[in-house]
T-cell receptor
Framework: DQQVKQNSPSLSVQEGRISILNCDYT??????FLWYKKYPAEGPTFLISISSIKDKNEDGRFTVFLNKSAKHLSLHIVPSQPGDSAVYFC????????????FGTGTRLQVTL | GAVVSQHPSWVICKSGTSVKIECRSL??????MFWYRQFPKQSLMLMATSNEGSKATYEQGVEKDKFLINHASLTLSTLTVTSAHPEDSSFYICSGSFTDTQYFGPGTRLTVL
């Protein structure tokens, strides 16, 4: 039972444009959501997070939007840069940030010149 | 951000032997650490939650006698894969919770021949 889903396995975006990565979840107990960036053979790097009491959180080029009624969140990267090319995972936890994370299947982002 | 290290970064062992992987939080104290596993082209799957000074909590389907976890101090957790078999070959990643975020180590690539 995949509780966190990223339905797009890959995404290609031109440099300077906006990248939008999507994530859906099924467990209504999730109250904290995070996005991680990962390169092959490396651990995930934290990007940005959002609590379920908010619907938007912004940090530099990264913005995360949360739609609780649709159980959907998205990560916007603007402008996209070649260095953003990586696999992006969304993750969710129930019971706060110190709780275990359930990861999505990942989306590979390719930013082209 | 907080830094988590893992050692070794990669290991090759013979079937039937045991392998120990160390996870250290370098600049913060982690009451709770988590161990994940990632098979090729799959998501990160939580194996167990490690709490300092107490027994680890294992996820369903993870054999606690095969994957021994010790969280001896606030900065060190170890995972020992006992009697390793080729199907245990995977990428093992640990994380520690700090200031409302989980920070991940670089991972350990285990190959069992």
């Amino acid at each position: 039972d995949q509780q966190v889903k990223q339905n797009s396995p890959s995404l290609s975006v031109q440099e300077g444009r906006i990248s939008i990565l999507n994530c859906d979840y099924t467990n209504s107990m999730f109250d904290y959501f995070l996005w991680y960036k990962k390169y092959p053979a490396e651990g995930p790097t934290f990007l940005i997070s959002i609590s379920s009491i908010k619907d938007k959180n912004e940090d530099g080029r990264f913005t995360v939007f949360l739609n609780k009624s649709a159980k959907h969140l998205s990560l916007h990267i603007v402008p996209s840069q070649p260095g953003d090319s990586a696999v992006y995972f969304c993750a969710a936890s129930a019971g706060g940030t110190a709780s275990k994370l359930t990861f999505g299947t990942g989306t590979r982002l390719q930013v082209t010149l | 951000g907080a830094v988590v290290s893992q050692h070794p970064s990669w290991v090759i062992c013979k079937s039937g032997t045991s392998v120990k992987i160390e996870c250290r939080s370098l600049d913060f104290q982690a009451t709770t650490m988590f161990w994940y596993r990632q098979f090729p082209k799959q998501s990160l799957m939580l194996m167990a939650t490690s709490n300092e000074g107490s027994k680890a909590t294992y996820e369903q389907g993870v054999e606690k006698d095969k994957f021994l976890i010790n969280h001896a101090s606030l900065t060190l957790s170890t995972l020992t894969v006992t009697s390793a078999h080729p199907e245990d070959s995977s990428f093992y990643i640990c994380s520690g919770s700090f200031t409302d975020t989980q920070y991940f180590g670089p991972g350990t690539r285990l190959t069992v021949l």
